[in-house]
């Protein structure tokens, strides 16, 4: 069975639903067996920039997607992507924080962007 990390950027197009091609692949997705996560940092991201009428949407969104939590391992792989490639590829905490989850629970990962996850040996979806 997949299990995919979900990235901020694809679930605020889920919630907005302007890219028909992304909310098919996201359909089939929900239809599958295939289990859901995302990080704390993804919910963060996502209630900071939320529109009040997007508040309904995004909270149907995360009861249908597990929420991996930060723990000491991750926070201490997210760390040593900081220190690697904070200067070279102008990674971020967020971002560092959910390659680490990503890679320590052997999670495919959902983005856009994959610029953003310079880091070797993540699987992406």
């Not at 909310?23 to 295939?34: E, G, H």
């Not at 996560?37 to 995360?62: M, N, Y």
Request: aromatic share 8%.
């Amino acid at each position: 069975m997949t299990s995919i990390l979900i990235d901020s950027d694809i679930l605020i197009e889920v919630s907005r639903g302007r890219d028909a091609g992304l909310v098919t692949k996201w359909d089939s997705l929900a239809r599958s067996q295939a289990v859901l996560v995302c990080s704390p940092v993804t919910v963060a991201e996502l209630w900071h920039g939320a529109r009040p009428q997007e508040h309904k949407i995004l909270e149907d969104l995360f009861a249908v997607i597990q929420c991996v939590p930060i723990d000491l391992e991750i926070g201490r792989r997210a760390g040593d992507y900081l220190r690697v490639f904070a200067k070279s590829h102008s990674v971020e905490l967020g971002d560092a924080l959910i390659a680490a989850t990503a890679s320590l629970h052997g999670l495919e990962l959902w983005t856009r962007n994959r610029r953003h996850y310079p880091m070797k040996g993540l699987a992406f979806f």
